[in-house]
């Protein structure tokens, strides 16, 4: 195929990618989105292999085998509370693809004592360095996740001196190889060492629960590794792609951020929940009032309006299915349930949303913050599930706490508020929260997902 | 360096229409939205592929075939998970 | 050819991004957004000056000027109406 | 200047065209992005004095001492009223620079026997046609907002057919232009002359109160042809900047078909308004009440609540300043007024805020249709000036109107309604209007800034 029809081809490929994510903006056009995006990667694939340069089809093709039916196995697999393990991880693994790439291509260039253009070693340079940070920084960022490794940030004496020694390291040495004339092996090997343990030490001392900015970061670098690439190889589907994924990225890092009113900067060098906040509250003197199932029971069943505000809890204890039961069987004796929805509920952006759309919650039951926060006061029932941190008046009134100044969700101005969590364990953000502590409040000790069965079981004999 | 100019043009308009196209997505489908973005990032493919197929000694090749088994990966991971998410959030009365 | 190419992904590109930005100007801003573009329509006064500007003959250069005229016009006058219009729009406390 | 560094330079004037027209879409931001806008432009002409291509600039610079000079003095003369035939102007100035560029380039090649590419030549070729379309389109365009032709659309038997002709002819020729290896002289010409004809039996069959739709076509085209420019001389802030406004001008044209609803087809083939609607009702049998400025005044200093529907009559008789006088002692007498902008009142969109802005009526007093259009049933007096169509309740009742289906302010919902224009008129859309025979409605006959101002007079005498 002539080189002009394979760009063309790659150029349908780029505006199917763009239509996808326009249609990602609404739930009723995105499952149409993500396949049209799909397509255009099926073009781009079926269209590269038809390339001359392909003279071997073995290797190809079993890669191809291999890689899919394990990708397909794992979206099929997991679970939908493990999905920012399996973004980290899927990301990781397009960043070392995006290493292997532009590894083999240097070391082709090498064997071939091929002269390579200025432009194209600084930007084989740079896809080498961000694919090598992104697969391990993601690798970390899903052991965290995974719990296979502390959630705590980790952290030493000399931390940031030495990150930011290996960052220099690597960018002298990249300059240098640049610009002597002849590529040496050596740099590159310290190069790609010293840029995967920088992934290592760049991501250990961020907390667990801020993984999701993290992953989101370095899915817009796997995006901008990418589009270093098709600098490399001169392919325009590569840069449009990598361009869109590398501000999809940052741009979802920024939300995330400003949703917990943290800066960037404060969530990748903060090294957030290593140790508690100065002024932090303590409960001291303070005690909470305990209630049973039966007791919640009932007064959810003589409830007019009930709010549901899910929290991390709920994705933890899995209890997405349960709070639907019982939530229709609320409205069936008359009630009316919401849910409402804060933007960082959860352990990534739109966590509780995927969860509840898991078990059929309709969504014009789900309301932002902002759609909800007035309706607080004129609700009977507030139920505070397994959430925590999002419903804390501390940001209102503690100038001192971590949160202070984030924005919650008025949970504390409900007539009455149950709270479901196992104990007085704090949320991600590791403070006390005055809400379990107001007279109005009753604490419903257990693992969400028991708790409710339990609640439910008394409804259904109400 | 003219072929380079034409690059950067390229990139830099579509980093500004991934922000006016990222902006527009509501919160609730942030995370297929992650996870979809992350399956466009998989077009690294493209490279691996040609990687892989050339024949320019062994290390090229071996190095080839993982490029495109993670990029796979990846690729129909990422789409088939995204795809997953957003089947539960279609409307109730188009899925039955 | 490659040139070529490069020049239509641009071009796609660009318009993609265009419908973005302007499916999000409000009514009110309609009026200055026509005569906003209108303007940087004018952009076509890049390639009047390169043709005054060269020296081919005589109808080279009468064209090119009268471009360069009528292209300026565009630009200067739909800034300055564009200008003008919007200064309405700023908020009172910010006027005074 | 090396090339590269212009290169990059052009791409900062781009970036400037982007950002200048996201800031466009908040009144917050907007004169900091048109100004923006207008630096990249600043920065994108000096880069090009500054290349290599350019040897004398004794014409150059008379050339941009009278056209910005022209351009100021344009700028600052123009009526607001007359924004609609300014924009056509300096339209078909931007068209007919782009015509002038392609066929100077052509002639010059021709001069010098020079051989273009298959590309190049199709560009060019593209851009004259387009560029002379919009030069005489715009022209006629304005002539007719100006009054200086009949507004009325211009018909004649087989004039569809005889478009449709021309166009093939040009394509004909053009093709052949192209196809020939030597560049011919006479199908330049032909293809020349006929394009611009093109552009005015294009446009005379259209309604004078449709050329808003038409210029912002118009604008799309020259867009587009700055674009197809771009191709030839292989410029990219050309192209970009072309391929910005090309998209602008069709989105903006489609919003306000939506708004009429209409579609683009029907405005540009429809000669709407040659002939009056198959089914519009009339008048015969019925009657209306007439009121004097007196009564008026004493019923506007009683209402609790206004609301204004300004339309196209308003911006005619030049009455904004008056109204917003009136409003003003109205609120001093302790009502309260709003205006409800439909989104195709006057002729072209966001005329009303334009005009209203220009009277310094605060942006927060003026509603949109959708904010607006339930209040009118709680509101004492409507006060329509010198609107028509945008009140017509025949777009909900009577399916045989040309305006049916049309989205419409509930003016008729409002507890009484004052009507101000001149006579029983008709609107654009030449039909009869049933709110002017509502037994709740009184109309107020005379220009409308002469009405308002003996309102006014009586409203401070009360
Ligand atoms: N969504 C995002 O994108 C994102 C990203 C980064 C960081 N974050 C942060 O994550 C936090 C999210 O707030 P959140 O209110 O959702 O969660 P949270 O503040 O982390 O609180 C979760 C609560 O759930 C309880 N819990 C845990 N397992 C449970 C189970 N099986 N059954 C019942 N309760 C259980 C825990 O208390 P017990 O141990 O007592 O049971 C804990 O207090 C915020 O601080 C936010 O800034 C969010
Ligand atoms: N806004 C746009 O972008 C746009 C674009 C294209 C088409 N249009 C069309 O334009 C129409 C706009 O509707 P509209 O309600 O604003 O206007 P309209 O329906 O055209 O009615 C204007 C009315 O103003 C009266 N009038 C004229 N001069 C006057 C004066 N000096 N003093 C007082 N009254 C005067 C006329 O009646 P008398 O002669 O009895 O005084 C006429 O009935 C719609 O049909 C729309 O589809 C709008």
Known sequence: MSHTVTQLIYLVASVLFILGLKWLSSPATAVKGNRISGVGMLIAIVVTLLDQAIVTYQVIIAGLVVGSALGLWMAKAVKMTSMPQMVALLNGLGGGASLLVGGAEFLRSELVNEQLPLDTSITMQLSLLIGAVTLTGSLVAWAKLQEVMTGKPIIYPGQKALNALMFLAVVGLSVYQVSVPESLLWPFYAVLVISLLLGVTLVIPIGGADMPVVISLLNSYSGIAAAMTGFVIRNEVLIIAGALVGSSGIILSQIMCKAMNRSLANVLFGAFGATGGGSTKTAEGLTVRQTSADDAAVQLAYAKSVIVVPGYGLAVAQAQHIVREMADLIEKKGGEVKYAIHPVAGRMPGHMNVLLAEANVPYDKLFDMDQINAEFERTDVCLVIGANDVVNPASRTDPGSPIYGMPILNADKAHSIIVLKRGMGAGFAGIENELFYNPKTAMLFGDAKGSLQKVVTELKAL | ?96
């Open chain 2, 1 to 96: 360096m003219e072929a380079l100019i034409g690059s950067i043009v390229i990139f830099t308009l579509a980093t500004f229409l991934g922000v006016e196209l990222i902006n527009r997505v509501p919160t609730t489908l942030h995370t297929p939205l992650m996870s979809g973005a992350n399956a466009i990032s998989g077009i690294t493919i493209a490279g691996a592929l040609i990687v892989a197929g050339g024949e320019h000694g062994w290390i090229s090749t071996v190095l080839g075939f993982l490029a495109v088994v993670f990029a796979m990966i990846n690729v129909v991971g990422g789409y088939a998970v995204t795809d997953r998410m957003l089947q539960m959030f279609k409307r109730k009365p188009e899925q039955k």
